[in-house]
């Protein structure tokens, strides 16, 4: 008999029913000691309510050897004494407590009475009484064998990975079920409740009808993948499916007494082939389009790894190129001192400069595809960058063109070239110009845009993201995709013999790559052509534009060592510098250039090309070169750049690069800048300390001022700090226009003082932004030239130049603070 942890009588088999001549109405669902009572004193009581107690309370099997309890007689007068064996089982739930109490019982009373007539017999019967003690004991064993066998049958039945229940009744009242059939349903406990009851959520699905139908007929059904919706712990139906035996069990006569339930949760087999019918319905269309995918990326990876090869041939090309241009720039430039006041002689070595000119714009080019020209990226947002450019558009493709321009709004900013931007934007436009044969509808639009995981599977080298999209569109003529393929290789031109390089895709194409961003080109036969490209976002603010040098040209008298393996190029700019005044050392490479330095000859500055023959690289010479100098300059020049000294498109930090060809403008500028700052750095590094005792008192003295101090060189930064923080002042230190840019946003500033040559954006650039944000703060231009170009001295800006003291930093502070407040 089975009873909860109160006693009530839950479920019970037939011998039970027989033995205590009760029924099932009579008993279920009734507390064992109302159902048959006795006196709560008695032995009987005491002994039964102890032991289902501990059991209850400990969870350990309990055995009662020998207990009386009388039974009621069926007519209802008196008791019957009768005699039981009685072991009590705990019964735990999924959570391994303790939920029912299974009784096995044993009637030993005919046993008991038995051994009362052997001891009234008296001592003669003791032989009866002995062999009574041995049925007795054997009694017990067989009662110990049957609780073992039990036992094992229900372990048997809880632990079977199928579901099991059993049902009494034509109510269908739960007798017995076990855990995988309470998993099944999502509940604790089913037994001693109907199904109607225990399962209220399956009314109307079927399954009382069918359990009713094998009860009256007693024939069994078997159900296969049968839907099952139970509700869970929120309520919630939950979707099953099972496989199940409804078995009637019949009695001695043949009648229906209940039902048995078996049975196994297929849910996942279900899914699993419901799955597999979705994938077989849609495996044809998936695999065309996975073929379709790897084709569209095989061919994507031959274009890119063709467009990678014809990079690196470009770039080498263009290196050599650049190297001959410099030798025919260089010396066109010395020889036009020489016939200076011959307008003629004049006149054929300008034509011969502006074709200099244009053999750079086409190595530039070149370079530009290969993705080994040294960009100069800022901020910018390309809206305004093409609004700014409509009235050079129009002036390139005609009034016959109609030009459209669509900038959507929230544009985001973004990081690029803006000197590339407008070159590619123009390309674009006159391309479309020439498809159009000067006559249609030119669109230009800008926009965000974001490329997901799916459109980069197929486009190589895409980065998903976010990015600024640039689109031009034309009304022209289209290509074909035989035209479309090619477009982008360098010299490859659909225009007739002389229109055109066939370099203008190609330099778009290695720009925006370059720059990080992806190119699109849509187009079809006489629909037209749209051009997308699509460029990196930036979270940073827009930079100022770059006001041009006019400045004068000069030079000077400082040593410069030239690593030059081309002979020509190095005979050339040996010439460049002495006519500027220069003392000048020459070497064939790195090795030879390293001699003259451990030579001990003084020198100023080391002028190296990247790319030179030997062992000894052109980055390994500079550091070696300051190991042994410290306070010497370097320069590099290339006719492209490579990673030794440029990454992700930029030159490394504290790296300074003249591109080739330069003029002689372009040489004297640099130099002296390069010049300048190392000046500074060895101004500021011997004496310190002992430079700031003796630092005199500044003519107009000041109250303490926060001063922004802007300087990529770290060397520069950390001593003209200190010299700052020496008068009094309060500094906050910034390495590039972007960094001075967040300070200027957060923190109070009195004055600007900023190197001219910045990362990014120019120390002008940066001024013009500080003066927006802080129309009052002034200005320090610390510069190796006597003027900075676009800005002029007043309205409190000051000119400082390097090298400073802390006497010449304090005499500016004190003239731009004074000239913004007047």
């Not at 099953?240 to 849910?267: C, E, H, K, M, S």
């Amino acid at each position: 008999m089975l009873m909860d942890l109160q006693f009530t009588l839950m479920a019970m088999n037939d011998a039970y029913c027989r033995a205590t001549g009760r029924t099932r109405e009579e008993l279920v669902g009734r507390n064992m000691f109302e159902a048959f009572p006795s006196d709560p004193r008695s032995d009987s009581y005491r002994l039964l309510h102890g032991s289902l107690n501990r059991v209850a309370a400990t969870g350990v099997p309990d055995h009662l050897p020998l207990i009386r309890y009388d039974i009621p007689l069926a007519s209802g007068g008196g008791f019957e004494e009768r005699y039981w064996s009685a072991t009590h089982t705990p019964v735990p739930n999924r959570a391994g407590n303790t939920a029912f109490i299974l009784q096995h019982t044993v009637d030993v009373t005919e046993l008991q009475r038995l051994r009362a007539l052997a001891r009234d017999s008296g001592s003669a019967n003791n032989l009866i009484e002995a062999g009574i003690v041995q049925r007795a004991e054997a009694v017990q064993q067989d009662n110990l064998q049957l609780e073992q066998e039990r036992s094992f049958l229900r372990s048997l039945f809880v632990q079977t990975p199928g579901f099991i229940a059993v049902l009494s009744g034509p109510d269908h009242v739960f007798t017995l079920a076990n855990d995988a059939y309470h998993r099944v349903v999502g509940r604790e406990n089913v037994v001693g409740q109907s199904v109607r009851e225990a399962l209220p959520e399956v009314v109307g699905q079927g399954f009382i009808d069918l359990l009713d139908r094998v009860y009256q007929k007693g024939q069994p059904f078997v159900g296969r993948d049968v839907r099952l919706l139970v509700a869970d712990a929120a309520d919630k139906m939950d979707e099953r499916f099972i496989d199940l035996i409804y078995q009637p069990i019949l009695d001695a006569g043949g009648a229906v007494t209940g039902i048995f339930v078996q049975g196994n949760d297929v849910t996942e087999q279900h899914q699993t082939s419901e799955q597999l019918r979705r994938l077989n319905e849609t495996l044809e269309a998936r695999i065309v389009t996975a073929i379709e995918e790897r084709r569209q990326a095989e061919v994507a990876l031959q274009q890119a790894q063709k467009m990678e090869s014809i990079g690196k041939l470009t770039g080498g090309v263009a290196h050599d190129f650049n190297n001959l241009l410099q030798v025919v720039s260089g010396n066109l430039q010395l020889l036009a001192k020489d016939v200076a006041g011959n307008a003629r002689a004049e006149r054929r070595v300008t034509n011969a400069l502006a074709g200099v000119s244009r053999g750079a714009k086409l190595a530039a080019q070149l370079l530009a595809f290969g993705r080994r020209q040294p960009l100069e990226p800022k901020v910018v947002n390309i809206g305004r960058f093409v609004y700014g450019m409509e009235d050079m558009l129009r002036r390139a493709i005609g009034d016959a063109v109609e030009v459209e321009t669509i900038v959507s709004g929230g544009l985001w900013n973004t990081f690029a070239d803006p000197s590339q931007v407008e070159n590619a934007l123009l390309n674009l436009a006159i391309n479309a110009r020439d498809a159009m044969s000067g006559d249609g509808k030119l669109t230009i639009e800008v926009g965000n845009a974001h490329l997901d995981d799916n459109y980069a599977r197929t486009h190589a080298e895409v980065t998903p993201g976010q990015y600024v999209m640039l689109a031009v569109t034309d009304t022209g003529s289209g290509m074909t995709p035989e035209v479309l393929a090619q477009v982008f290789e360098p010299f490859f031109s659909t225009k007739p013999e002389g229109k055109g390089t066939g370099l203008g895709l190609s330099m778009v194409y290695g720009f925006v790559k370059q720059s990080g961003g992806h190119v699109k080109i849509y187009s079809e036969v006489g629909q037209g052509t749209t051009v997308k490209l699509y460029l990196p976002r930036a979270l940073q603010a827009e930079e100022a534009g770059e006001p041009i040098d006019t400045g004068p040209v000069v030079g000077g008298t400082e040593t410069i060592l030239i690593a030059e393996d081309d002979d020509e190029v190095r005979a050339t700019a040996i010439e460049l510098l002495n006519e500027l005044g220069y003392r000048v050392l020459k070497a064939r490479d790195a090795a030879g250039a390293l001699a003259i330095v451990e030579s001990g000859v003084p020198i100023d500055l080391l002028f190296t090309d990247v790319v030179m023959p030997g062992t000894l690289k052109s980055p390994e010479l500079a550091r070696m070169t300051r190991e042994r100098h410290p306070d010497i300059a370097v320069l590099f020049t290339s006719g492209y750049t490579e990673n030794s000294i440029v990454h992700a498109g930029r030159l490394d930090e504290g790296v300074d690069l003249l591109s080739k060809p330069y003029t002689r403008e372009m040489l004297a500028r640099k130099v002296r800048y390069v010049l300048a700052n190392q000046r500074q750095r060895r101004a500021n590094v011997p004496d310190q300390k002992q430079a700031l005792t003796a630092m005199p008192t500044p003519q107009c003295a000041l109250a303490a001022l926060s001063i922004l101090l802007v300087e990529d060189d770290a060397l520069i930064r950390a001593n003209t700090a200190e010299l700052l923080q020496h008068l009094g002042h309060t500094v906050v230190v910034a390495g590039s226009a972007e960094e001075a840019t967040t300070a200027l946003q957060t923190v109070p500033i009195d004055i600007l003082f900023t190197d001219v040559e910045l990362p990014g954006a120019s120390g002008a650039s940066l001024a013009a932004r500080a003066r927006e944000l802080r129309p009052s703060v002034g200005v320090v231009f610390a510069t190796g030239n006597d003027h900075v170009p676009g800005v002029e001295e007043g309205a409190g800006v000051v000119l400082l130049a390097k090298p400073y003291d802390g006497a010449a930093i304090a005499d500016a502070l004190a003239t731009a603070f004074n000239r913004v407040i007047a």
